[in-house]
């Protein structure tokens, strides 16, 4: 009886079930691994995008950082400026408004100036009829072309004599014609133009010169040059010419002149007095009206500088040689601080040539 074959558990059939199971189970991890994979790439390409896309936006972002600090920057610089022109804006209000009040004042006083005026011209009027019809005959007629009434209430005989046939009128312009006080005409010749010719003892030298046009004979000729550093005649185009006593209109032109003229600069009397020597035929008399010694020769100094007593003092001296011979001077001297030597010199200087010296009150004319 033949021996049985002795049955084995680990056949070929089962290793192959082994096998095929076991390939299965790593083809089926290497596919799990291969999706893993994908999906990490995938996610990490994701991410990068996302890295990449805030990087763009940080550098926008320091982009529009760069142009806000430049703009604000700029805006800054802005405020500052425009809050210094607001600063100077404001001051120029505030200036304006100074004038404006000056101005007002001044028309206000204008107006009731001109309502009196005119209350006392039909007044005038009204006594002139009354005494033309109680008259038996008539009177005279005046021989002045222009007329003059003060604000003061005295009347002068001031010995002022305008009679010549050629009249020259010299006006002293310089900045010290602003006030009698240094410190006060240090302070005034900064203001504007329009302070400076409404300043008090400006107006009383224009006025003297209103008064002094309406003593000027109709048959004499006449000039007026105002001068600082240099003489210019009041009427321009005028420079070198006489103008008739009997044109009403030449005497107006040459005072409205004066009143749109705005005291300025130093004084140059022997620039003023070379005026004389200039004109054909020459003056045979002058008038003089200023303040004070000269602080100029015939040329501006080459530095700026105060000028003492004694350098004035030459001053005059210089231009007392450039005056012509045998003309007679006449002065009215306004009031001025300190220049202690100018009446005693402007008075020999009147005395000696013949004219009349004359320092006038505060109501003259």
């Not at 082994?18 to 990490?44: D, H, K, M, W």
């Not at 329009?194 to 009383?204: G, T």
Request: with cysteine; hydrophobic share 40%.
């Amino acid at each position: 009886m033949a021996r049985r074959r002795e049955a084995q558990v680990f056949s070929m059939s089962f290793l192959d079930c082994i096998c095929c199971g076991f390939g299965a189970v790593v083809l089926f991890y290497t596919v799990i691994s291969a999706q893993s994979g994908v999906e990490r790439v995938r996610r990490n390409e994701d991410v990068a995008a996302e890295a990449m896309r805030l990087e763009d936006e940080v550098l926008d972002g320091y982009k529009n950082l760069v142009v806000l600090r430049n703009t604000l920057e700029k805006t800054t610089t802005e405020r500052v400026s425009t809050s210094g022109r607001s600063l100077r804006v404001l001051e120029e209000i505030e200036r304006l408004k100074v004038e404006l009040a000056s101005y007002s004042g001044d028309s206000l006083a204008r107006r009731e100036h001109i309502n009196r005026l005119k209350a006392e011209i039909k007044s005038l009027e009204e006594g002139t009829r009354r005494l033309s019809a109680g008259a038996t005959t008539k009177g005279e007629e005046g021989d002045r072309l222009r007329s003059f009434r003060g604000t003061g209430v005295r009347q002068y005989l001031t010995g002022i004599r305008v009679n010549g046939e050629r009249i020259l009128i010299l006006v002293d312009a310089s900045a010290s014609m602003l006030d009698e006080t240094l410190v006060n005409i240090l302070r005034m010749r900064n203001m504007s133009t329009a302070q400076k010719m409404l300043a008090p003892k400006w107006q009383r030298t224009v006025a003297s010169v209103d008064w002094l046009t309406t003593q000027i004979p109709p048959t004499s000729l006449f000039q007026i040059y105002a001068f600082n550093t240099l003489p210019r005649a009041a009427v321009e185009g005028t420079e070198g010419q006489w103008l008739k006593g009997s044109d009403p209109r030449a005497l107006n032109n040459a005072v409205q002149a004066l009143r749109r003229t705005a005291p300025t600069d130093g004084t140059s009397l022997i620039n003023a007095f070379n005026v004389a020597r200039q004109l054909t035929p020459a003056p045979d008399q002058i008038i003089l009206i200023t303040d004070g010694l000269p602080t100029q020769g015939a040329t501006p100094p080459a530095l700026r500088k105060a000028v003492d007593a004694e350098q004035r003092a030459k001053l005059f001296d210089q231009a007392l040689q450039a005056l012509p011979a045998n003309l007679p001077v006449s002065v009215l001297l306004m009031p001025m601080e300190g220049d202690v030597p100018a009446p005693s010199r402007y008075w020999r200087l009147a005395r000696s040539t013949g004219g009349v010296f004359m320092m006038p009150a505060r109501d003259w004319p």
